[in-house]
Nanobody
Framework: QVRLLESGGGSVQPGGSLRLSCAASGFGFRNHAMNWYRQAPGKEREWGAGISPTGEDIDYADYAKGRFTISRDNVHNMLYLQMNNLKPEDTAVYYC????????WGQGTQVTVSS
């Protein structure tokens, strides 16, 4: 049973930082690419960052480039998203996702950026 559990969200002021974590289980984590998405209030979910199984290949959405860093720990089956210089428009629920025959999503973690 594939399970993804995000954590690390919270409320920060503009310019602040957060590190999101995603604990994965129930599948061969080291063999699958992983992604972070987000969904802001009243908006559709949008992709933010992706990482290959080995971590060698990484890609970011334009809004994440230069501010967000995706990484993974294949020993502990963990996915991370380091977010720096956060802006109010980064306020959203953040999800980690994996495709294993079908798409799986965690329950999400809320990030609120406000002064």
């Amino acid at each position: 049973q594939v399970r993804l559990l995000e954590s690390g969200g919270g409320s920060v002021q503009p310019g602040g930082s957060l590190r999101l974590s995603c604990a994965a289980s129930g599948f061969g984590f080291r063999n699958h690419a992983m992604n972070w998405y987000r969904q802001a209030p009243g908006k559709e979910r949008e992709w933010g960052a992706g990482i290959s199984p080995t971590g060698e290949d990484i890609d970011y959405a334009d809004y994440a480039k230069g501010r967000f860093t995706i990484s993974r720990d294949n020993v502990h089956n963990m996915l991370y998203l380091q977010m720096n210089n956060l802006k109010p428009e980064d306020t959203a629920v953040y999800y980690c996702t994996v495709y294993v025959v079908t798409d799986y999503w965690g329950q999400g973690t809320q990030v609120t950026v406000s002064s």
